[in-house]
């Protein structure tokens, strides 16, 4: 018997071995006519290493494990284990399905074991992750561990048993964040008993929900010190650029790094996919002949998925989007049955929204086999134990390069050989991509990027802690810098009241605080006729996605949308297959509040600061499913949104623009053009994708009276996409430029310059021009770095007249986020 790995939730049934990942991938390439690879990536397979059981694991805990097939740790898997038994706070950082939750396991269920009285604390970002360590954890039958799952889908009845009696409880930072901590006193009996906080998947909290998360784990940290107590954290992580320093940010504490991945890897075949260019006549639009469209990477995607699991091979397709996911598997379906009539009952989607039911229907069906195909958004890139398929399809960039193995590293049996496809959409960042293999192989995932000081997390967060305990000086220091000034505000502005023994929150209710960032409660999606609950859908995404009119998609059952109560958070649909689908477009406004730092480089200006963001969903389209015609647009009245955030922009000069031979008339196109290119090319990076950043270009700023390119964070307060953006912006602007001259279209594509999300329908846009604008700006940026401090002389935008602009918004900023906690 070999060491193992993982800890699984049990084999499924037997199956036939898998067709050899090269014979397979020749097969598909061979149905698709023109080779659609355009490059192909071996990782060899990795050999393990084994390590002793450290010696203060005890026998029952060794014998449980070797009950599981584990009959030896990995070396980094004893490596972190015996710096958190040590009490050292550790973060291990290792590949997927290299067995980082042993890591924990050891040191936690061996305190457990040894101390009768010491209590774990686990937090996972999906319930579904917490669901699979539950029965990892369960599964061992260790005497008086007494595991549970604490959070949104715990029934009433069962969370005082919980409270005080299990001793490893599993939940997830929205449930720390609204009931553990403000109940602390009826968890009192655990907290002054924590041993151990994990904390799993970690480099998932990014941005501002990372930023939220890190202040919920010090007010964990402050309620703990209360009773005593000073847990060791252990963090396990994907594979990500200085895991350390993130770890260390994340709960504000130095962390020791584990990074030497010592499992076992099966081999991977890595094929990058570009789907072909659409014939004219097959294209969506009259002015065919003037545009050059590619195959859809959804239909390219599913018809990957039904050939896969026509040849019996158990394939997970991610897929960016909800509706994504529902029309992938939807496709492949089809597929299927007209060709096998009934197989394509082995195919589903999957998705945040569901119910917890039908979810873990779905996890069991996979597991076990009676499912062979699964088109999901990134809610299953974490959570159950799917190591064991064959093939993994990545429909688009997903964002990161840590998502992106992360994702592949789904495929795999017990250290098979395993295929995996990126298949690229029409957008610039993919074709770059598949095009630039370099991009991708052999380079280091990014750092994971969060921003604690943000005043947007730290005031309310404050709040939340002042509610569950007067705030001291002492607590100030916890919560970093910023703290002070944030708790002045909050005197002001009469949230918090100054005493001799500290700062006390003044209401009777508790501070509303949303982790998430997502722009409200979810809606509940009910069909009108029957009353029954189908989903929800995040109140960010709301105005998108469930407006009056707009088609809504379900497990392949097509809805549209009657009404959307915002007030009562409750969308009525009914049951419609229209051969329609519908595109909700917005317009935006924007004004500069201040400028933090710039670059003065000659005729063109390099800034980054506040601004504030105005943006309503306006009307939507009706486009035919078969052709992509537009039927028609048809108006909406919803209310606007506002977002303070940070940006970073440049200027140019009109005479630098006249020089480069940009006409006066052709500078509106040409920054849009720019600017779309520019937002697609930012999660090159940064670790983020381009539904978290916005833009907005125009001939004449009213703030800046020049020419100017915005590109800003999607979250209140920023996420430090547009900090990363502003030091890097060489490095940024000349990938831009290269994927749009790269580009073989004439006019423009999606594949360089349009934008599918273009509240302005990709007009007026000028992909030559966009060219010159960013040759005018590299020949006078510094080439390097800009470092993030320079500029503080600038003069501050805030007297500047704050007047909106004329529509002209190119990339929604509300987010499909499936990897949430609370939703999965």
């Not at 069991?364 to 809610?379: E, F, I, K, P, V």
Request: hydrophobic share 40%; with cysteine; net charge negative.
């Amino acid at each position: 018997m070999n060491p193992a790995a993982t800890v699984s939730a049990g084999p499924g049934p037997e199956r036939a071995p898998a067709a050899a990942p090269g014979d397979l991938l020749r097969r598909l390439r061979a149905r698709h006519g023109d080779d659609p690879v355009t490059h192909v990536e071996r990782v060899p397979a990795r050999p393990g290493e084994p390590a002793p059981w450290p010696q203060w694991a005890p026998e029952e805990l060794r014998a449980a494990l070797a009950r599981r097939g584990v009959v030896a740790p990995w070396r980094h898997q004893a490596q972190a284990a015996e710096l958190a038994y040590g009490g050292r706070h550790v973060v291990v950082a290792t590949g997927t399905a290299s067995g980082k939750s042993l890591a924990y396991q050891l040191p936690a269920l061996a305190t457990l074991l040894a101390d009768p009285r010491a209590t774990v604390l686990y937090l996972a970002p999906t319930k579904a992750l917490a669901a699979d360590q539950l029965r990892a954890v369960a599964g061992l039958e260790l005497d008086g561990v007494r595991p549970a799952t604490y959070d949104g889908d715990t029934p009433r009845a069962e969370r005082e048993w919980i409270r005080r009696h299990s001793r490893f409880v599993l939940t997830n930072p929205d449930m720390l964040h609204h009931g553990i901590l403000p109940g602390h006193a009826h968890w009192s009996g655990f907290l002054r008993r924590l041993a151990y906080v994990v904390i799993d998947e970690c480099h998932t909290y990014r941005g501002v929900f990372g930023s939220h998360v890190a202040h919920v784990l010090r007010r964990l940290r402050r309620q703990c010190a209360k009773y005593g107590r000073t847990p060791v954290f252990v963090l396990a992580s994907a594979t990500s650029g200085d895991p350390a320093a993130a770890a260390g940010r994340l709960t504000g504490l130095p962390v020791a790094a584990v990074t030497e991945d010592t499992s076992p890897r099966g081999g991977v075949t890595f094929a990058l996919w570009e789907p072909p260019l659409l014939p004219s006549s097959d294209a969506p639009s009259p002015d065919a002949d003037l545009l050059q469209v590619r195959r859809s990477a959804l239909r390219e995607t599913a018809d990957l998925l039904a050939d896969t699991v026509a040849e019996g091979v158990r394939t997970l397709a991610f897929v960016r989007s909800r509706k994504g996911a529902e029309v992938v598997a939807s496709n492949a379906r089809r597929a299927l049955d007209e060709a096998v009539p009934g197989l394509g009952d082995r195919v589903a989607a999957y998705r945040a929204g569901y119910l917890r039911e039908e979810r873990r229907e779905l996890e069991r069906a996979l597991l076990h086999g009676d499912l062979l195909g699964l088109a999901s958004t990134n809610a299953l890139e974490l959570g159950v134990d799917l190591v064991g398929l064959d093939a993994v399809l990545i429909c688009g960039w997903p964002g990161t390069r840590a998502s992106l193995w992360q994702q592949a590293g789904r495929a795999g049996r017990s250290g098979d050989e395993a295929l995996a496809v990126l298949v690229a959409r029409d957008d610039p960042l993919d074709t770059y991509l598949v095009h630039h293999p370099e991009a991708l192989f052999g380079r280091p995932v990014e750092a994971t990027v969060l921003d604690p000081a943000n005043p947007y997390v730290l005031a309310p967060q404050l709040a939340c802690a002042a509610a569950e305990a007067p705030l001291t000086p002492a607590d100030l220091e916890l919560f970093g810098d910023g703290a002070k000034e944030a708790v002045e505000e909050l005197v002001a502005a009469g949230a918090l009241r100054q005493r001799p023994t500290g700062w006390y929150w003044r209401h009777r209710e508790r501070p509303e605080v949303d982790l998430r960032g997502e722009g409200g409660a979810p809606v509940c999606v009910v069909e009108a006729s029957t009353g029954r609950l189908l989903g929800t859908v995040d109140g960010g995404s709301s105005h998108f996605l469930i407006h009056p009119g707009a088609v809504y998609l379900h497990q392949g059952v097509s809805y549209v949308v009657d009404s959307l109560d915002l007030d009562d958070g409750c969308a009525l649909v009914h049951a419609e297959e229209p051969d329609w689908s519908t595109h909700a477009r917005d317009v935006t406004s924007l004004s500069v509040v201040s400028v933090r730092s710039y670059a003065d480089a000659g005729p063109v200006g390099l800034f980054l600061g506040e601004v504030d963001v105005t943006s309503q969903v306006v009307s939507y389209q009706r486009r035919r499913i078969a052709s992509g015609e537009v039927i028609d647009t048809r108006p909406l009245d919803l209310p606007a949104r506002e977002l303070r955030t940070v940006a970073v922009w440049f200027t140019l000069s009109p005479q630098s623009l006249a020089a480069a031979g940009v006409e006066a008339a052709d500078i509106p196109g040409a920054l849009h053009a720019a600017e779309h290119a520019a937002i697609g090319l930012l999660p090159l990076m940064a670790t983020c994708d381009r539904w978290d950043i916005g833009g907005l270009s125009t001939a004449v700023h009213p703030d800046t009276e020049a020419p100017t390119v915005f590109v800003y964070d999607g979250h209140p307060g920023g996420a430090g996409f547009a900090e990363r953006a502003y030091g890097t912006a060489a490095a940024w602007l000349r990938a831009t430029r290269d994927a749009i001259a790269e580009c073989g279209c004439e006019a423009g594509c999606p594949s360089c310059v349009q934008s599918p999300k273009c509240g302005n329908g990709n007009n007026p846009l000028s992909k030559p021009d966009a060219v010159r604008v960013l040759d005018v700006v590299l020949a006078n940026l510094p080439a390097g770095d800009v470092p993030a401090g320079s500029g503080e002389g600038a003069p501050p935008a805030a007297d500047l007249p704050a007047a909106p602009l004329l529509p002209r918004q190119d990339d929604r900023t509300s987010t499909d986020a499936e990897v949430t906690p609370g939703a999965s």
